[in-house]
């Protein structure tokens, strides 16, 4: 098996979250990612979502429109780094406002802005792309902890290495000024 392999198979434990108010987006979004090998939750609401997050593990990607009624998927994806600090987060709206766009991506931790109505293959790549994204992060993580893990192994048998040799330098000079000493007297 690839690296490549190992992360996909691992896809299979993340969720992608999409939430928007428009019923028909959603029933839309699930047919089209009903066929990845990752957990697809719709969402109509950011209040909705921010009650689901507390209770998901793995949420690789949040996707959010901007235009929802009582909270808007800017404020909804800065409140939700508290729920899922690690998620990749997609902002998608119909309008170009710059400013809601760079408000978001400085409060609301988004990598990505996409136009609604999107086009559908770059959509499915892009989440594809992000959720892979988040794979490998993870599993960096995960090395990287076995790689400090490793390292502490290192230092402690070093540590012992070190003691031993010194002791062991100690006896032989002990002995050395034991024969220099009994070589004097004879």
């Known amino acids: 098996m690839t690296d490549n392999e190992t992360v996909l198979v691992a896809q299979t434990d993340y969720t992608v979250l999409f939430v928007d108010d428009d019923a028909d987006t959603l029933e839309q979004l699930e047919r089209l990612f009903s066929r990845e090998n990752y957990s697809v939750k719709c969402i109509s609401s950011g209040n909705e979502a921010l009650k689901l997050l507390q209770h998901l593990d793995n949420v690789a990607v949040i996707v959010s429109d901007q235009s929802m009624p009582v909270m808007e998927g800017a404020e909804f994806l800065r409140l939700s780094r508290d ?45 594809r792309d992000n959720v892979r994204n988040y794979a490998l992060s993870k599993e960096n993580l995960h090395k990287q902890e076995i790689i400090n893990a490793q390292n502490r192994q290192l230092l402690e ?30």
């Open 83 to 127: 729920k899922a600090p690690d998620a990749i987060r997609i902002l998608a709206t119909a309008h170009s406002d710059v400013k809601v766009a760079i408000a978001a991506i400085n409060d609301g931790g988004i990598s990505r802005y996409i136009s609604k109505p999107w086009e559908t293959e770059a959509l499915i790549q892009t989440v």
């Open 157 to 186: 048998l070093n540590n012992k290495l070190r003691e031993s040799v010194q002791l062991q330098t100690s006896k032989i000079r002990s002995k050395l000024s034991e024969l220099l000493e009994y070589s004097k007297q004879q």
